[in-house]
């Protein structure tokens, strides 16, 4: 079955950086987008950042542009997001979700990223 | 960039229908497709519709989806309403670089 575990949450202080990994099982990672989307404690939902099966196209969320950076490692069936510059408004849980470029299908647990100082 | 508006709230009965809407504030909404996705309590979010009227395998069809290009929007129907369905729901589209998500909406079947 389809599993996405997502790790790399934590405590930080504004200005620092974070990385986040999501492994993926059950499925032929090489072949589907991933997205990364993240949920500010109480809140609805926020696209983030996609990355294509291959790696040659990109999208990010006007507030992440620039700070993050999304990559992924298909030969270890995994997926990054490189969070730099963190803000107390990046405080949020981050899920990855598999899918394809428009859209997400499968979402992990997710991962709780919290910035304070 | 475009916004994708949803009610904040709605409720209904056990056994009854409820509609969902959610509207796109700029751009066609029959040009890019909707999705839906279901949110319990604690839960991670799980797709209810996709490709406007599509359901994943193992969703009943007592949800659909549909699109009205006169309102500029998308609604989300779920008939038989059961006490399980209680959720926030998310609508979802894109344009040609950025993905939005509508606020959410909170069913309370009661």
């Known amino acids: 079955q389809v599993q996405l575990v997502e790790s790399g949450g934590g405590v930080v202080q504004p200005g620092r950086s974070l990385r986040l990994s999501c492994v993926a099982s059950g499925f032929t990672f090489g072949s589907y987008a991933m997205h990364w989307v993240r949920q500010a404690p109480g809140k609805g939902l926020e696209w983030v950042t996609v990355i294509s099966y291959d790696g040659s196209d990109i999208d990010y969320a006007d507030s992440v542009k620039g700070r993050f950076t999304i990559s992924r490692d298909n030969s270890k069936n995994t997926v990054y997001v490189q969070m730099n510059s963190l803000r107390v408004e990046d405080t949020a849980e981050y899920y990855c979700?598999?899918?394809?470029?428009?859209?997400?299908?499968?979402w992990g647990q997710g991962t709780l990223v919290t910035v304070s100082s | 960039n475009f916004m994708l508006t949803q009610p904040h709230s709605v409720s209904e009965s056990p056994g009854k229908t409820v509609t969902i809407s959610c509207t796109r504030s700029?751009?066609?909404?029959?040009?890019?497709?909707v999705q839906w996705y279901q949110q319990r309590p604690g839960s991670s979010p799980t797709s209810v519709i996709y490709e406007d009227n599509q359901r994943p395998s193992g969703v009943p069809d007592r949800f659909s989806g549909s699109i009205d290009t006169s309102s500029n929007s998308a609604s989300l129907t779920i008939s038989g309403l059961k006490t399980e369905d209680e959720a926030d729901y998310y609508c979802h589209s894109y344009d040609s670089t950025n993905q939005v998500f509508g606020g959410g909406t909170k069913l309370t079947v009661l």
């Open positions: 700029s751009g066609s909404i029959a040009t890019d497709y």
């Open positions: 979700a598999r899918g394809n470029d428009y859209r997400p299908d499968y």
